[in-house]
C-alpha cells in the first residue's frame, strides 16, 4: 500500500514538471522564493494563467507559499529533492 502511494505521489510531481511553463517556473524558484508578479515577468501569458500553474505545482507539493499583504510568494519545499530532478532531465 505503501508503494502505491508513493507511486502515486512520484507520478504526480513528474506529471507536475512535464509542461514548459512549470518546469521554467520551478527553476525559477531554485534561485529563491518569488511572488507571482515576479514570476510573470518570464512569460508572455497573464497572470491568471501562470497561477493556474502554480497550483498545479502546489497540489502535486512541489512548491507553497506565504502571503505577503496583497502577495502570494512562492517557494519551493524541497529545493535539493527538486534540484536533483530538474537537473537529471538534461
Do not use: W
Amino acid at each position: 500500500m505503501i508503494e502505491r502511494e508513493l507511486r502515486k505521489k512520484r507520478a504526480l510531481i513528474y506529471k507536475a514538471l512535464s509542461h514548459p511553463i512549470r518546469l521554467h517556473i520551478v527553476e525559477l524558484l531554485l534561485k529563491g522564493e518569488k511572488c507571482v508578479n515576479d514570476i510573470r515577468e518570464f512569460f508572455d501569458v497573464t497572470q491568471p494563467n501562470i497561477s493556474q500553474h502554480l497550483n498545479t505545482l502546489k497540489y502535486s507539493g512541489i512548491v507553497d507559499y506565504r502571503q505577503d499583504k496583497n502577495l502570494r510568494c512562492y517557494f519551493l519545499l524541497d529545493p535539493e529533492q527538486i534540484e536533483k530532478i530538474v537537473k537529471s532531465i538534461q
